[in-house]
DNA sequence: GTAAATTAAATTGTGTACAATACAAAACAA
DNA sequence: TTGTTTTGTATTGTACACAATTTAATTTAC
């Protein structure tokens, strides 16, 4: 077999663009075992977040924040829907709209996702200086790449 | 409309992974414009980059460097081959083992992806020793979860 | 030397992502 | 007003991404 290891990928190394999709992935993956036992996907469990967080929102709104469109939220929300997490209808003042709305099955499962982020915490060996630094840089291209 | 800044998320933007993910999303994005000029998807070209290093690899090595799996490389490397980039073919000493060779308009393709990462370059705006600090935190992460 | 285990790819099925399009509702303009 | 434009969501089509399964080839264990 020829050689697999990773020297002398200077090109692929030196995008920056690389390390940041494959550490993305990898780190969603983590996410994996956990949320399995949640019955979410990533995506679900990023849009209950905003919803614990909100309570009610529509579909735009959720979108900006979670950088996603209406043609990846659609299913989704039409999924969580269907599990009882959350119940979508037309506004009334102005029928574009869809609200989205957190149901008391929602709320609960919060309860249950609470353990997620520190039983992830553990597989990612951050100091905490680093941690936050790492937050900032990547709010930082976040930010100017203009939401 | 209701609040839609992106204030108080505090559990979305406590976490780490979400940044990640969305930042990872929108660095892609940014390629899209110019590698429609290549015709080439941004997982092509990451391929196309192995390629241009290694010239001959197989799939299971190209899916370590890449971190993808059989699932996901067959159908971008059948692609690749029918545009004629690279070829496909079993090896002779272990029929397991599937050869992907670069192609001479494969190699071509390399002077007119030249100018890519200098032109996203421009989209990101970080300090190069931001961008080594981020670089160096994104390793320290994939190193740690262990390719 | 053959059965069992391992390995490398491919296939299958589910779930994103996102551009492009469609469509209906609301805002705007002449 | 009535026609035009804009806006919010849904739909369509293409392309990943990956777990799980399958298949075929090689290795191993005995």
């Not at 979108?63 to 939220?73: K, M």
Request: charged share 30%; with cysteine.
């Amino acid at each position: 077999m020829s050689k697999c290891e990773k020297d002398d990928m200077l090109r692929l190394k030196s995008q920056l663009c690389f390390p940041l999709y494959a550490c993305s992935k990898e780190v969603v993956r983590r996410y994996k075992p956990f949320l399995d036992e949640l019955d979410l996907t990533y995506t679900q469990y990023i849009t209950m977040m905003v919803m614990w967080e909100k309570q009610e929102i529509n579909v735009k709104c959720l979108g900006q924040i979670l950088y996603l469109d209406s043609g990846t939220l659609t299913p989704v929300l039409k999924k969580l829907e269907s599990k009882g997490y959350l119940t979508r209808k037309r506004s009334k003042e102005d029928e574009r709209n869809l609200r989205v709305t957190i149901t008391a099955a929602g709320n609960e499962l919060k309860e249950r996702a609470k353990t997620v982020p520190q039983q992830v915490g553990k597989c990612v060996h951050l100091q905490p200086e680093e941690a936050e630094e790492l937050y900032r840089l990547l709010y930082k291209i976040l930010d100017d790449m203009g939401l």
